[in-house]
């Protein structure tokens, strides 16, 4: 197989600039490795002018993506300009149309149209390969569809924001305010876009639910996700959380119950001496429970030019080899729709009050608490300042119904002078 590989770039930015840098320094090796050249031949993005540090001389120009995909001299079209609907789903629904492969980081639009666009590949005969949209750099994608392929999935859990856990780990680490941290994040090339979708935790949901269509052989349901984002942690829950031997993460589970698929993205504490309690910076880890291999971790830059780029470059290989998978690993045709398990299996909590600092204000919470059967582990008083009492609880193993309606309770009385903070409490 002599016949090179033809690309094309839609989108030239922290990744497609990354994509760039990495074929121009190893052409050579990734002809070896494939066995036939990989070659750029064509490129798109809003501005032809900018700047962007590497040479795109040799590359043709198109100003609309969608031109791109319909070039006869593109066999693949690795689309990088993002967002959900718009450029980004008409550049890979006009390849896949036109027979090219596809090779995306774009989980926010593999959340929303990713069965149709399998369906499309699927029966085009083409790839459509996503490994750069899960988690940055690591081969979470490729484990799943490839190495655990033998196994029953039981379960799957992870840091899969790297932008959300730099932020963690930076205030846990540094005292760093919030929108500090985020703001480097940003100039870091980590963030997304609008990087509300970060921090409210649904980019994490997003590639959760393209995780769990592969591992349950399941549609991708990222409406079922319950998710929470990080906006509501605060320095102190941070330091709070680190004096109790936690750490707190953005964190996803998946798992298949007897009333259907659980999907969770929210912050949690785990131990602080645990591999996901260690893990700093913009690292994402995946967990994976298989019933044959036991459990197996995955760690790696979850974000970033470098990291992404090296995602994209792994389908492009596979691809340029010959390799054609189903792109949730089994035909998209016979993937099932799931119900949406409740709200997830029992667990301690981290619960944090704003209450008057008045008589008897204490005995009324913990009453309350009792009534709804939700058990206190342990308690710590902080930070008078004469008016207000901060209230930090760990609870025993509750049900979230159980805590969520002691928790209106306590909300409705006129000592509770702001919403309180439950974070569930993971056990790894
Ligand atoms: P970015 O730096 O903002 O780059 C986006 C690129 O797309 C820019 O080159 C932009 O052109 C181009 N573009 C945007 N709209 C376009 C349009 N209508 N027509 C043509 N070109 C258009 O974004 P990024 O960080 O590289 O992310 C790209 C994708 O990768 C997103 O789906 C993101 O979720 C995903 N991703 C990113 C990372 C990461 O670490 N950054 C990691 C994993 C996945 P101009 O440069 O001319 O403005
Ligand atoms: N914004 C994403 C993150 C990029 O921070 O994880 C990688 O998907």
Known sequence: MTQPLRIAIAGLGTVGGGIVKMVQKHGHLLEKRAGRPVVITAISARSRNKD???????YAWEDDPVALARRDDVDLVIEVMGGEDGPAKACVETALQNGKHVVTANKAMLAMHGQAMAEMAENAGVALRYEAAVAGGIPIVKALTEGLAGNGILRIMGVMNGTCNYILTEMENTGAAYGDVLKDAQELGYAEADPTVDVGGIDAAHKLALLSSVAFGTKV??????????ERVTLDDIKNARDMGYSIK????????????????????????????????????????????GQTVYQGPGAGEGPTASAIMADVMDIARGLIIPVFGQPAAGLVKSDASGTGSDAAYYLRFSLQDQAGVLATLASILGNYGVSINRM?????DGKTAPLVIVTHTTSRAAL????AKISALAASLAAPVALRIETI
Do not use: K, T
Request: net charge negative; with cysteine; glycine share 12%.
């Open 380 to 384: 710590h008083q902080y930070g008078h």
């Open 404 to 407: 969520d309606n002691a928790l």
């Open 221 to 230: 349901d990222f409406a079922s996700v319950q998710i929470e984002g990080i």
């Open 52 to 58: 962007r540090g590497v040479d795109l001389s040799a």
């Open 250 to 293: 953005l964190l996803g589970v998946a798992r298949m119950n007897p009333d259907g698929l659980e999907q969770r993205m929210q912050p949690c504490l785990v131990p602080s001496n645990s591999p996901l309690g260690q893990l700093s910076g913009v690292s994402n880890m995946v967990v994976v429970d298989g019933d044959f291999i």
